[in-house]
C-alpha cells in the first residue's frame, strides 16, 4: 500500500509529512524515557524483518492481485507502539529513498497510513484487548487477525481520503473505494495470520518479549536475536525470489479504474525536485539492479540482503543518538542545579 507522488497533491504531502513527523518526533520522546540500549538490537533485527518480509507479495486468489504484510502491528505488540512508530517509520525510509518503493512526497501518508493505525489504533484497542496480561496462542491468534484486518480498512479508506483531498479525479471516490476496501480485507486475512503465526514463534522461544512491560524489558537472548537475523537473511535473500508479481492492493485498485497501475506524474516543481533526487538515490530501483534483467533474480536478494541491513543500521543509530540526547540533558539539567 506504499502511495507514489502521483497519488497526492504537494498540500496533502506536506501537511501528511508534518503530521506523521510530529509523531515520529513524538514517538522518539517516548522511546527516551521508557527504553533502553539493552533493546536496541531487538528494534534494529525486527525493522529489517519487517522490510525483508514486506518484499514478499503473495497473490490474492482470483482477484489477479497480490499484498504484503505492512508489519506495524507485529511491530507493536514486540516493540511497543512508539519504538513500532519509529521501526516502520525506518522501513519506509529506507524504501523511498534506495529502491524507489513510495514517494518521498508521500513519505508522510505512508507513514501515517501503515504506521499509525496499527500502531496507536489497532494495537492498543484490539491486539492488547485480546492478549491481555497473559498471552496464548489463542488470544494472539484472535489479536493479530482482527487487529491487522482494522488496521488496514482505516489505512485503506485513508489512502483514498488522501487521494480525494488532492484533487485526482481520475479516482472517483466511490469507485475507488469499492476497490480498495474488499481487496484489503482479503490482504489483512492474510497478514494477521502471519503476524499471528510470528507472534507466535516468539512466545515460545522467547516470552518474556510478549509479556514484560517495553520499560525494563529483558535484554532478549543472543539466540532469538541471531534467528531472527537469519530469517530476515532467508526472507530477504531468498523467499523474496517467489513474490507473486500480480499488482498490489492499490496498484489494481488504480488499474481497475484506470486501466493503467499508476498515474502520470505530477508536472509540479515539488514533486519534479524530489522525483529527480529518488532517481539519483535509489541505487536499486524496484529492488532490482538498473537496466540488468537477465540479473533480476540477483538483484531481488541483494536488495533483501542490502535493504535489511541498511534498516537494521539506521534503526540502532536513531535508538543510540535518542538515548544519548537523554544522556546529555540529564548531565545539563543536573548540571544548572549545582
Known amino acids: 500500500m506504499h502511495m507514489a507522488d502521483a497519488l497526492i497533491s504537494p498540500t496533502v504531502g506536506i501537511t501528511m509529512l508534518a503530521v506523521s513527523g510530529g509523531l515520529l518526533g513524538l514517538s522518539v520522546k517516548k522511546i527516551q524515557r521508557e527504553m533502553d540500549d539493552r533493546m536496541i538490537p531487538l528494534m534494529g533485527v525486527m525493522g529489517a524483518f519487517v522490510f525483508a518480509a514486506q518484499m514478499i507479495n503473495f497473490t490474492i486468489p482470483g482477484t489477479g492481485s497480490s499484498g504484503h504484510i505492512g508489519g506495524g502491528l507485529l511491530l507493536a505488540a514486540v516493540l511497543g ?32 497510513n501503515m504506521g499509525f493505525f496499527p500502531c496507536f489504533i489497532a494495537y492498543p484497542l484490539i491486539y492488547r484487548f485480546f492478549v491481555k496480561e497473559n498471552p496464548s496462542r489463542r488470544r494472539i491468534f484472535w489479536g493479530s487477525l482482527l487487529g491487522v484486518v482494522m488496521a488496514l480498512q482505516l489505512g485503506a479508506f485513508s489512502v483514498v481520503l488522501e487521494t480525494l483531498f488532492s484533487g485526482r479525479t481520475e479516482l472517483s471516490f466511490g469507485s475507488f473505494i469499492l476497490l480498495m476496501q474488499p481487496i484489503h480485507l482479503a490482504i489483512g486475512i492474510v497478514e494477521g495470520l502471519v503476524t499471528g503465526s510470528v507472534l507466535s514463534f516468539l512466545l515460545q522461544a522467547g516470552p518474556e518479549l510478549l509479556t514484560a512491560p517495553t520499560k525494563g524489558k529483558k535484554q532478549p537472548a543472543k539466540k532469538i536475536l541471531l534467528t531472527l537475523a537469519l530469517l530476515t537473511a532467508f526472507t530477504g535473500g531468498i523467499l523474496s525470489l517467489y513474490a507473486s508479481e500480480y499488482p498490489d492492493g492499490l496498484e489494481w485498485s488504480i488499474q481497475g479504474i484506470t486501466g493503467s497501475t499508476e498515474l502520470e506524474d505530477g508536472t509540479g516543481v515539488l514533486e519534479q525536485q524530489l522525483g529527480a533526487m529518488q532517481q539519483k538515490t535509489a541505487f536499486l530501483p524496484d529492488y532490482s539492479f538498473p537496466d540488468a534483467e537477465e540479473k533480476a533474480g540477483v538483484g531481488t536478494s541483494v536488495s533483501g540482503i542490502l535493504g535489511g541491513s541498511i534498516t537494521l543500521l539506521l534503526i540502532a543509530v536513531a535508538g543510540k543518538l535518542a538515548l544519548y540526547w537523554k544522556k546529555q540533558s540529564r548531565k545539563a539539567g543536573y548540571g544548572m542545579e549545582k
Open 81 to 112: 507502539p512508539w519504538g513500532a512508530f519509529m521501526a516502520i517509520a525506518s522501513v519506509l525510509l529506507v524504501q523511498a529513498l534506495f529502491f524507489a518503493d513510495g514517494g518521498l512526497l508521500a513519505w508522510g501518508c505512508n507513514l501515517f
